[in-house]
T-cell receptor
Framework: NAGVTQTPKFRILKIGQSMTLQCTQDMNHNYMYWYRQDPGMGLKLIYYSVGAGITDKGEVPNGYNVSRSTTEDFPLRLELAAPSQTSVYFC????????????FGDGTRLSIL | DQQVKQNSPSLSVQEGRISILNCDYTNSMFDYFLWYKKYPAEGPTFLISISSIKDKNEDGRFTVFLNKSAKHLSLHIVPSQPGDSAVYFCAASAQGAQKLVFGQGTRLTINP
């Protein structure tokens, strides 16, 4: 049982480049989330989705876009990468319907140089 | 504004002793609290949770205590083991929301 899978694990981007961080889950969870974690900080919510076709902004959405065309996949798009977006990105999912425990992927470490 | 705070960035405990990790929150709408454990190069994994209708929840070596009047919760690990060395995050959810707000984390080191 794979759970939440994130690709790639590591990536270095140049300023101004764009990329998509992939996230897929095989637990048939309705809710999916994207977080970033900066050194010494907790996880900050970027975007979340309550189901296919529905997304909403979290605490730090600027510079990012998401889409949710299927239950399984929730890609995060960075347009015009900036050094401030250097971080570790975590994708998570939860069943919804009052069940709050989120299951996390192993993260993507992204450096913008 | 930091709604969930873990004021101790790190904690060092001797193997076999009790580890106590603390968490404070400011939002009185929070009614569900979780602790996650994170090893390097891995994602956080769920450890234990507590609803605001309780003041204690126990699961093996792990116990979470909630003091609603003080807006404070703590995670007790006893006895502490070397495999408990990790970063621990406290998280909270407000009524009806499916979103979590995380604290900054506390790095726990268990010394042999």
């Amino acid at each position: 049982n794979a759970g939440v899978t994130q690709t790639p694990k590591f990536r270095i981007l140049k300023i101004g480049q764009s990329m998509t961080l992939q996230c897929t889950q095989d637990m048939n969870h309705n809710y999916m989330y994207w977080y970033r974690q900066d050194p010494g900080m907790g996880l900050k919510l970027i975007y979340y989705s309550v189901g296919a076709g529905i997304t909403d902004k979290g605490e730090v959405p600027n510079g990012y876009n998401v889409s949710r065309s299927t239950t399984e996949d929730f890609p995060l798009r960075l347009e015009l990468a900036a050094p401030s977006q250097t971080s570790v990105y975590f994708c998570a999912s939860s069943p919804g319907q009052g069940r709050l425990t989120q299951h996390f992927g192993d993260g993507t470490r992204l450096s913008i140089l | 504004d930091q709604q969930v705070k873990q004021n101790s960035p790190s904690l060092s405990v001797q193997e076999g002793r009790i580890s106590i990790l603390n968490c404070d929150y400011t939002n009185s709408m929070f009614d569900y609290f979780l602790w996650y454990k994170k090893y390097p190069a891995e994602g956080p994994t769920f450890l234990i949770s507590i609803s605001s209708i309780k003041d204690k929840n126990e699961d093996g070596r792990f116990t979470v205590f909630l003091n609603k009047s003080a807006k404070h919760l703590s995670l007790h690990i006893v006895p502490s083991q070397p495999g408990d060395s990790a970063v621990y995050f406290c998280a909270a959810s407000a009524q009806g929301a499916q979103k979590l707000v995380f604290g900054q984390g506390t790095r726990l080191t268990i010394n042999p």
